[in-house]
Structures are given as structure tokens and as C-alpha cells.
């Protein structure tokens, strides 16, 4: 297995999936930037259905932030519908571009999923701890083997 780049500006965390971060980044075309400055929660791969679509790709590669960890400047839009847990999820994007800013579920409005992608460039500190929805994870699609997968939503009180 490769070397993981990255793992070595954060030695010494025993907890890495607990990280601060201080980035900015703007979408594709600039009108809208986001700070996510503040602690990551979790990072994670999400293969269901839906992030297939919502990136046109096999996973989204999300990182769980608190809603205050992110600031907006530029006016977004968003599209919300029903997630298989029977929240509402809904996804913020620039208008003008598409770039996906970030989702939040009805279940949990104290939260924000940050794509990983949108900070391309610095987001060398990503480093996701699981993989959810494997149940429809597709063969093409490679994730590193390593990723505890869940066949949908992790389970509560788990000890990671
Ligand atoms: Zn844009
Ligand atoms: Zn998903």
C-alpha cells in the first residue's frame, strides 16, 4: 500500500479525524467563497445513490463540520429531498457554477457536510474513517481498502 501523503503534519494526534482546519476557497467561478475554520468531526466516503448523482461520480467524500465552522459570502441555492433515513437532505450549491458548497440533514441541523473536494488544492488534511452506503458502492468505484464499511448509515454508539 502506498504511503499516505499528508499523515505526517498531523503526528502526534492520536485522534486525526478530530482536526482543526482554516481554509478558504471559492466554486468554479468564483462567486461564492466558504472559511471552514474549526474542528472536523468525521470524515467519511458516502456511496449511496444520491451522492452518486450529486457528484456524477461513485462516492461523495464528505467532511462533518459544525454549522458555526463555515462562513458563505455570495448567494447560494440548494435542492432538498428526502434521505433514505426519512430526513430531509438538502444540498447547497453556487447558482451560477454548480459547485456543491455543503449539505445538512434535517436530522441534525446543528451540522454541515463539506464536500473535501471544494477546498481542492488544500485539502491534503482529509482523511476519511469509513465508508457509508457500501451496499451500493460499485466495483468500478475504488475506495481505499483499509475504510470500515457500513452497508448504509453507521450505527449509533459506535466506538469510532
Ligand atoms: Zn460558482
Ligand atoms: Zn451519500
Not at 479525524?17 to 458516502?46: I, P, Q
Not at 458555526?68 to 432538498?80: D, P, Q, R, S, V
Not at 433514505?84 to 454548480?98: E, L, M, Q, Y
Request: charged share 15%.
Amino acid at each position: 500500500m502506498p504511503q499516505r501523503a499528508g499523515r505526517a503534519s498531523f503526528c502526534g494526534m492520536s485522534k486525526p479525524d478530530r482536526l482543526m482546519v482554516d481554509v478558504t476557497a471559492a466554486c468554479a467561478c468564483g462567486a461564492v467563497e466558504m472559511t471552514l475554520r474549526g474542528r472536523v468531526l468525521s470524515m467519511l466516503v458516502c456511496s449511496c445513490l444520491d451522492c452518486q448523482r450529486a457528484t456524477g461520480t461513485g462516492h461523495s467524500t464528505v467532511a462533518l463540520v459544525p454549522a458555526e465552522a463555515i462562513t458563505l459570502t455570495g448567494a447560494t441555492a440548494n435542492f432538498a429531498r428526502p434521505a433514505d433515513s426519512g430526513a430531509i437532505f438538502t444540498r447547497h450549491f453556487c447558482p451560477a457554477c454548480g459547485t456543491p458548497l455543503y449539505g445538512q440533514s434535517s436530522r441534525a441541523p446543528s451540522l454541515r457536510m463539506i464536500p473535501a473536494g471544494f477546498f481542492a488544492g488544500q485539502n491534503q488534511w482529509f482523511d476519511p474513517t469509513q465508508l457509508i452506503f457500501a451496499r451500493s458502492q460499485q466495483a468500478w468505484d475504488l475506495v481505499a481498502d483499509h475504510l470500515p464499511r457500513h452497508q448504509a448509515y453507521r450505527e449509533q454508539h459506535e466506538a469510532s
